[in-house]
């Protein structure tokens, strides 16, 4: 029996401050605490504008500037959003309106996993221009602004030449020359004559204990 296919996730929450809607108000909760009530100096999250005010007055002894990654005339901290509570009713009638000409269009947006990518032809110009940038990464010059190949790699993707082996020089390199051994080296050892006349080398062991 085949599975049936899971349908991508409805979005109905909205944050007011980026104009994003997500699957539910708990994620959104998190949207909001990691890219709008984040202390812009330590690693501290907030729950609210309030609290992230509260939060730079009195920890870091900062005025509060203005909330992050909004859009223009949303980053005021007068007003106080928590999820999509307390976000103002003129705004908020907006997106339901948006929101339901769009389900009755059957346009809803959904959220999807992956980035639909798009297949699509290119013209004979875009051709010429693509293989232009292509010839000119080949022959080692530095490619024109706006003629980089589609899929080309960028200047630090080229692999680092690879380190010789333990014990191996590297290629060119001059070696010393080979050293001569100290003279005397591997000879015999001296003769010795003691005062009685006999070598030295040829006493008994017994006479030295």
């Not at 900062?62 to 509570?85: C, H, V, W």
Request: include cysteine; proline fraction near 12%.
């Amino acid at each position: 029996m085949a599975r049936k296919k899971r349908k991508a996730p409805q979005l109905e929450a909205w944050c007011w401050y980026c104009d994003r809607d997500f699957e539910d108000e708990k994620v959104l909760l998190q949207h909001q605490k990691s890219k709008h009530y984040r202390c812009p100096q330590c690693p501290r999250r907030l729950n609210t504008a309030g609290g992230l005010s509260v939060h730079l007055t009195q920890v870091h002894k900062a005025e509060p500037d203005k909330i992050e990654n909004t859009l223009p005339g949303r980053d005021s901290f007068q007003i106080e959003i928590y999820g999509m509570a307390g976000i103002p009713e003129k705004d908020l009638a907006e997106w339901k309106e948006r929101r339901a000409a769009q389900k009755a269009d059957g346009n809803a947006p959904t959220q999807n996993k992956r980035p639909r990518i798009e297949k699509l032809v290119l013209s004979k110009e875009q051709l010429r221009v693509q293989l232009e940038a292509h010839k000119a990464l080949m022959s080692g010059k530095a490619p024109i602004p706006g003629l980089v190949p589609y899929g080309a790699a960028g200047p630090f993707s080229v692999p680092p030449p690879a380190l010789p082996r333990f014990g191996v020089p590297p290629p060119n390199f001059a070696r010393p020359p080979p050293t001569q051994p100290p003279s005397g080296y591997g000879a015999a050892p001296p003769h010795y004559a003691r005062d009685d006349g006999r070598e030295a080398h040829k006493v008994r062991a017994s006479e030295f204990f």
